[in-house]
């Protein structure tokens, strides 16, 4: 065990020792992911975090000290995040189309999500810190990390918090559409991207090409008007 | 060139979005603005570069990864996870429900009201 900790001591070798660990347990994840047919509730990203967890608990290795090592990995969000203006600009026809409709839904959907989350999380009595960091829970990782520290909120605990909203919202979007009789498959798909986020939108490929189209959509869209919107009403309301 | 352009450029944006998010004093995170400024030059320019649509289709399929080390965190929140956990729950799911029951149900609604 003396090598273990020896491992997390300097830069050189912590640096790799959590990319490996990082990498090895998302590729494993993703082989069970897909050995198991895709079941919401197995998605790669929840796995690989419960095994990290996991392994740092029982080698008493501090958060700080794998994040650190991790941290390139955490930095390359930044790029993803722009990289998302090319679907966007891919589905800039079905926007203009679209456009009107497209927005309100959004605009209400959007709205819902923040409000009712806010609502709820109040009657329930959760805390400030916590309530700060549930707002921008139905957008996208990346950007709900940064909404999540503006607002006064925890990064880490969104980023956990957007995880487990996309798995709701992949778990429970069948039964929903059943109940409502959605059958479209332009609408299954941005529905799936405004509640919940990269999550729906790999769920919605699954529905077919084009609701995978509108759900990049809906991802990117809600993103933008969240970041947009978000600290501008916090800030109003006074929160 | 191996997709070396595809990452100046996401790098050049990334960094340009931070810099106009400082500069501007907007309270948005910088990579959204630099998602903005990079789907401007697109329009502008009206294309997208095969390299390009190459690493942008890399990184949206490994999305996942990238929030990883972050989610991981969630280990530092656990006595407060344990305290408020089932009320979290509860507000995720109804919020997250209802968010995409109406999503759904207004847009379906327009697109009918457009189709007659």
Not at chain 2, 70 to 90: F, K, N
Not at chain 2, 92 to 104: C, D, I, M, N, Q
């Amino acid at each position: 065990m003396a090598l273990w900790g020896w491992l997390w001591a300097s830069p050189a070798t912590a640096v790799p020792t959590a990319l490996l660990l990082t990498l090895g347990c998302y590729v494993l994840a993703l082989e069970i992911y897909q050995f198991a047919h895709r079941p919401a509730l197995l998605h790669p990203a929840i796995t690989a975090m419960a095994a990290l967890i996991i392994i740092l608990s029982a080698g008493k290795v501090p958060y700080r000290q794998y994040f650190d090592g991790a941290a390139f990995i955490h930095f390359l969000l930044g790029p993803a995040t722009v990289a998302l203006a090319v679907p966007l600009y891919r589905n800039l026809a079905h926007i203009r189309r679209l456009g009107p409709a497209l927005a309100l839904a959004l605009v209400i959907g959007a709205s819902v999500a923040v409000a009712t989350a806010w609502l709820l999380g109040r009657m329930l009595h959760l805390s400030e810190l916590t309530l700060r960091s549930l707002l921008p829970k139905s957008v996208t990782t990346p950007i709900a990390m940064g909404l999540a520290e503006t607002l006064g909120g925890s990064p880490s605990l969104a980023a956990g918090i957007v995880l487990v909203t996309g798995v709701i919202g992949c778990l429970f979007a069948p039964v929903v559409y059943r109940l409502l009789r959605i059958r479209d498959p332009a609408v299954q798909g941005f529905a799936l991207g405004v509640a919940a986020h990269g999550f729906g939108t790999a769920k919605a490929f699954e529905i077919s090409p084009l609701a995978g189209a509108f759900a990049s959509l809906g991802l990117g869209l809600t993103g933008l008007a969240t970041a947009l919107a978000l600290p501008w009403i916090s800030r109003a309301l006074g929160l | 060139m191996d997709g070396l352009r595809a990452l100046i450029t996401l790098l050049g944006y990334t960094l340009a979005g931070q810099v106009l998010a400082h500069v501007s004093g907007l309270p948005i995170p910088g990579p959204v603005a630099g998602m903005v400024l990079l789907l401007v030059t697109l329009m502008i320019r009206g294309r997208v570069s095969a390299e390009l649509e190459r690493v942008s289709a890399l990184t949206q399929r490994h999305l996942s990864l990238l929030f990883v080390p972050a989610g991981v965190g969630l280990m530092t929140h656990a006595a407060a996870l344990r305290a408020e956990g089932a009320g979290l729950l509860v507000t995720l799911t109804v919020s997250t429900l209802l968010a995409l029951g109406t999503t759904a149900l207004i847009l379906q609604r327009l697109r009918r009201g457009e189709s007659t």
